[in-house]
């Protein structure tokens, strides 16, 4: 069996690394990376640092806000897609929900706490010392 030189110059020729979902590798040639120009990896926006010192713990309604406006911002940028976006959007919402939730629970403690000490004052205070009628 011949072989053809050109064919054999094609083989020699480092292919691109990229597999297929059905286990295919791509036939594509790339000589200065393990990639071909359509199969090479994006790179990945360097947002997440960014996210994580304007987030801080989230545990105040400041800090959300804060982390939200980082959101809108990196966004407009470009440096995260809509769906992260709203994907963070959609967290910041469900903690703001529960702090506002964890806000009123604790008002009503306090409003319940503050009720139960007035009425023992006011037990302690009136009691039931009060004088008997005079009877002859």
Known sequence: ??????????????RCTHTSLSGRRCRSSSPD???CPRHQPKPEPLATAELTAAAGTLSTPEEVNHFLTRVTLL??????????????????????????????????RDERAEHEAE?????ATLGWSLPRPERD
């Open 33 to 35: 990376s393990s990639f």
């Open 1 to 14: 069996m011949k072989r053809n030189p050109a064919s054999a110059s094609l083989n020699s020729l480092p």
């Open 119 to 123: 009425q023992s004052r006011i037990k």
């Open 75 to 108: 966004r407009i940028e470009g440096r995260l897609t809509p769906k992260e976006a709203s994907n963070y959007a959609y967290l910041c919402l469900i903690l703001q929900l529960g702090q506002r939730a964890i806000a009123f629970h604790q008002k009503l």
